[in-house]
Each structure stands twice: as C-alpha cells, then as structure tokens.
C-alpha cells in the first residue's frame, strides 16, 4: 500500500492563475481531508468529503476554493485567481470507512507546497 | 470555541532526560485527544491516541479533563525522538495545535 499520494509535490503559479492539487488516498479509504499550513502555524482544517460527497467544507475560503471527490480518480482541491496569501502547505490526509470519520486515524500524505508569485 | 493550544515552539533536551510536551484544548464537549508526529523529511503520521490509553516509542499521555490537558511525557529521550509533535483535537473534525519541536542532543 503506498500510502497517500499527492501531486504535485511543489507547485510555482503566478497571481491570477489557477491551481489544482491531487489527492490519492489509502486504498481502501473513502474519507478525504484537506489541511492548510501556513508558515510557523499548525494544520488548519479545510474540507471533508467523501465519495462525491462534501460533508463539511467549513474550513474552505468562501470564494476562489472548492474541492471534490469524484467516484473515479483522485480529490482535488482547485484554487482559482491565486494570490500571494494562497502560499502554503497543503496537506491530504484520508481514513477508513466508518462512523468515525475524522476522529479515526488519520494517514497523511506528503504535501504539496504551492508557491505564489 | 475549540481550540489547541502548544505552548512550546521548541523544546530541547539531552538525551535520557524526561521529556513532557505541553497540550490545552478548549471544548466544551467529551473529547477525543492525540498527538501526531513529523519526523525529519516523513509524513505527519498518529503516535497516540486518549482512548486507546497505550504507550508508543515510549510516550504516554494523560488526559486530564479538570486541567484540560493532554500534555505527551517520556521518561527518557532518545535522539530519534528529535520531530515536530503536534496535538489534535477531534470533534466533527480535526483540529491542530500548532506544534512543538523536540530536539534531543547527545
């Protein structure tokens, strides 16, 4: 099992571009998170969802952000017209099915680091 | 609100000294505690949970619901616990104190 995947690892867009991370999970798994991480700051939780579903996106920015799990392929999370701010971390983490959903383990993967001109 | 809170950016030590690393939360509910581990150029990856009360690499943690503590304790560092140690909180989600690094020297 490889693990999470995510893709890319680094990734330079200029202001106003748009941005799309991927997020493979575990196999098996069918809960996706996505995590932001600012310089010198914890993760801050973005959005939940499960196969074509989001469950909770109360993290997400209210304009330029959105995320999907589609039936087939990988998540995504899509930043449009980027701004300097967007620069961070971005982490996906997935977990087994079941009730517990965010509060079972977590497994993350390595990150992608975006990087706004 | 929920919060985490890590005192500690950083946290050094010598190898073979106790170990404890900070953690307060604010939750007005029953929580569910655990600290997550990044060793250098690894993933974040869970060390332990309240629940399942057990002891990983050496490291426990108690939760303490008077204090509103989950603070991580070993008793003796070794340089492989040199990471960044971050503490969660798990409601509908999770959230994330913002870390404390450990450094053990020799």
């Known amino acids: 099992n490889a693990g999470v995947m995510q893709n890319p690892r680094h990734l330079v867009r200029r202001r106003g571009q748009e941005a799309r991370l991927r997020c493979s999970p575990m196999?098996?798994?069918?809960?996706v998170y996505w995590y932001r991480q600012l310089p010198e700051e914890g993760l801050k939780f973005m959005v939940y969802?499960?196969?074509?579903?989001?469950?909770?996106e109360s993290g997400m920015p209210k304009e330029r952000f959105s995320a999907e799990f589609p039936k087939e392929g990988p998540s995504i999370l899509r930043i449009q017209q980027v701004v300097r701010g967007d620069s961070a971390a971005y982490f996906c983490?997935?977990?087994?099915?079941?009730?517990?959903?965010?509060?079972?383990?977590?497994?993350f993967g390595p990150g992608t680091r975006l990087t706004v001109l | 609100a929920q919060r985490v809170t890590q005192p500690e950016k950083l946290l050094s030590v010598f190898k073979g000294a106790p170990v404890e690393l900070k953690c307060n939360y604010s939750?007005?509910?029953?929580?569910?505690l655990f600290w997550y581990v990044q060793y250098s150029r690894q993933r974040l990856q869970l060390l332990l949970r309240?629940?399942s009360r057990e002891s990983i690499k050496g490291f426990t943690a108690d939760l303490n619901k008077g204090e509103t503590s989950f603070h991580l304790k070993k008793p003796f560092a070794q340089e492989e616990d040199s990471a960044m140690y971050y503490c969660?909180?798990?409601?509908?989600?999770?959230?994330f104190g913002t870390g404390t690094r450990l450094q053990v020297f020799p």
């Open positions: 969660a909180l798990g409601t509908d989600k999770l959230i």
């Open positions: 196999k098996g798994h069918s809960h």
């Open positions: 969802l499960q196969k074509e579903n989001i469950i909770d």
């Open positions: 309240h629940i």
């Open positions: 939750y007005s509910g029953s929580p569910e």
């Open positions: 983490a997935s977990s087994p099915p079941g009730l517990a959903g965010p509060t079972d383990t977590q497994y």
